[in-house]
């Protein structure tokens, strides 16, 4: 019998998201190391078997949110495609402070981006392909893919795509990160792959 390894991958994605759905992550350190236990193993199945379809984070730490600028941005190449498949993102503030982040696409350019270089799940995965960082503050368009409301006192947010719900961005698609409304302390984590 052969088994197909993106089918794999859907059932490891499936699991991770139905254990967050039953026992929420209790604090964002759980919520890290969760992610990252779960990453490494369906890495695993890229390396054994999709070697081509590697698996990259982007992270901020510590940071003010602003509604001009993107907290985080993720880029296509441009003909390529990528999927979002996990947000984590946690607030640091010393006060109650309630704050509305979009994650949300704005066109095919990025202004002012400070570019970032994705971190492997693999080191022997290629370099993205993408352009991946913050600070753009182009237009958003569209509605909203996501909206975390989140009280920026201890709050946060680990968002798991269930399979078939991966945000995709393709030939020079931008997906923003940015807030809609408060600009308090957050740390925060994009995990994509590049197909």
Request: charge should be neutral; charged fraction near 20%.
């Amino acid at each position: 019998m052969k088994i197909c390894p993106n089918e794999l991958k859907k059932l490891l994605q499936r699991q991770n998201w139905m254990q967050e759905l039953r026992q929420p992550s209790r604090c964002i350190n759980e919520a890290i190391d969760r992610s990252r236990a779960h990453w490494e193993s369906y890495e695993k199945i890229n390396r054994d078997f999709c070697p081509e379809d590697p698996v990259y984070c982007i992270s901020r730490s510590g940071v003010a949110l602003s509604t001009t600028a993107d907290h985080l941005t993720c880029q296509a190449a441009s003909a390529g495609q990528g999927r979002i498949l996990e947000v984590i993102t946690g607030g640091e503030a010393t006060s109650s402070a309630v704050n509305r982040i979009a994650v949300q696409r704005s066109g095919t350019s990025i202004t002012s981006n400070s570019a970032q270089t994705p971190e492997k799940y693999n080191t022997r995965s290629p370099a993205a392909a993408g352009t991946y960082g913050s600070g753009g503050t182009q237009s958003l368009s569209g509605n909203p893919l996501q909206v975390f409301a989140v009280n920026a006192f201890g709050g946060f947010i680990r968002w798991v795509a269930a399979p078939g719900e991966e945000m995709y961005y393709v030939n020079s698609e931008v997906i923003s990160m940015r807030s809609l409304s408060g600009t308090s302390t957050f740390s925060s984590t994009i995990i994509f792959e590049e197909l």
